[in-house]
């Protein structure tokens, strides 16, 4: 492990002159160190997706979305139909088929705002195997250029340290990142931005469910009012009196039940009903200000009242449009720069959007915008739309 390590670090005390003149300053003082992730990501997982009905159907909303779509290849211009790259996407490693090892690999994402891949490769250093790394595991280790010099994977104690040589071509890891103001080597996740959200509609959820086990009464106090020739209560006979008060009234099995008792007795409450509060409204807003956050359209996780989209089918349509379009474009990008060289520089991944059910209205505005242009000829609009020319197709 030491020989490794100073193998690993050789070198980066004095750091090459490069073109650059900014890119070897922005870990400078970090090289060869790891660098710790910013947010803790358990906490992230627990509080967010485990506790939180909204961001679990935001995200799955999303990853299962990406998942579905079929992947492309490309030689140049030429669709490819098979090609090894094709397979390691549709079987990724044996543990996982591909649409599980996308899903998972766009839950990080979206949780920890990072994903990572670690490739395996063959005799021929050709990948072979793909999976995805938990974020929360994998620290960066800084280069001298501004990029990573390698990543620590820390599982049970045990290290491992992933290779990230760019000049030998040897990129055992590919790190998905969001855009994170504030840190170099990591990404911020949604759930960072609506943290607050998603803490107000925890609590709410606490609240309704402890004052529905407390039968649905809110906290308050016992008033006894001695008589003027009466003595007030031992400390004996409040503890007794609110032992009595406990068992008889709190939970929900003994809602209903009645509460005697002797002398003068006043009960007063502490605590303001729900309706003061508000919190059905207030629970809806923290919900919509969530799934703005994930950029899922509010009524796609069943929050009543919102009028911004005519139905479910044009919010699907949104989803699709403003955010899985998007983030699948930049998966592409990034599979295009790391996966793709290792075969062939000519090739290039894409995806098939016509495959998806959710933007048959593009599909629609585009095939009447076509058909009904009086300016183009048969073969111009088959070209526009996919199709190859016909005999005589070329006459206005």
């Excluded at 690993?8 to 650059?20: A, C, D, I, S």
């Excluded at 340290?161 to 990404?187: I, M, S, T």
């Excluded at 009466?230 to 809602?255: M, V």
Aim: net charge negative; hydrophobic share 35%.
């Amino acid at each position: 492990m030491k020989r490794f390590w100073k193998t690993l670090t050789k070198g980066l005390e004095q750091p090459k002159k490069t073109g650059r003149s900014t890119a070897p300053y922005v870990a400078y003082n970090l090289l060869g160190r790891p660098v710790w992730t910013p947010r803790d990501y358990q906490q992230l997982a627990d509080e967010g997706y485990q506790k939180n009905v909204i961001v679990y159907r935001c995200v799955n909303l999303i990853t299962r979305g990406i998942s579905s779509i079929p992947w492309l290849l490309y030689d140049r211009d030429a669709e490819v139909e098979r090609h090894p790259i094709l397979e390691l996407l549709h079987v990724p490693n044996p543990r996982q088929a591909g649409s599980a090892f996308m899903e998972s690999l766009m839950g990080h994402l979206l949780l920890s705002g990072n994903a990572y891949i670690q490739a395996i490769f063959d005799g021929d250093n050709l990948p072979c195997e793909l999976y995805p790394l938990r974020p929360d595991r994998m620290k960066v280790i800084p280069g001298e250029s501004g990029t990573p010099l390698a990543y620590e994977y820390t599982v049970d104690n045990a290290k491992r340290y992933l290779n990230c040589d760019r000049e030998q071509g040897n990129v055992a890891v590919l790190h998905f990142k969001h855009f994170h103001p504030l840190n170099d080597w990591y990404g911020m996740s949604p759930i960072e931005a609506a943290a607050r959200s998603i803490d107000q509609h925890n609590v709410v959820a606490e609240h309704n469910l402890s004052l529905l086990q407390n039968g649905g009464r809110p906290s308050g106090a016992l008033m006894f009012r001695p008589s003027p020739n009466g003595t007030p209560l031992t400390d004996s006979q409040r503890e007794g009196l609110r032992e009595d008060i406990k068992n008889i009234y709190e939970g929900s099995t003994n809602a209903g039940k009645v509460l005697v008792l002797e002398g003068d007795f006043d009960w007063k409450e502490m605590g303001l009903s729900p309706k003061d509060l508000d919190f059905i409204e207030g629970k809806n807003l923290s919900a919509r200000e969530i799934a703005q956050a994930f950029g899922v359209p509010p009524i796609l996780v069943g929050i009543p009242g919102d009028a911004t989209f005519a139905n479910y089918k044009e919010a699907r349509y949104h989803l699709w449009e403003d955010t899985i379009v998007p983030l699948i474009e930049s998966i592409v990008a990034e599979l295009n720069l790391w996966l793709c060289p290792f075969f062939d520089k000519n090739l290039r991944l894409g995806y098939d959007l016509d495959s998806i059910p959710a933007l048959a209205l593009r599909r629609e505005a585009t095939w009447n915008k076509i058909s009904t242009s009086n300016f183009l000829t048969i073969n111009e609009k088959r070209q526009a739309v996919g199709y190859s020319p016909i005999p005589g197709g070329d006459i206005l």
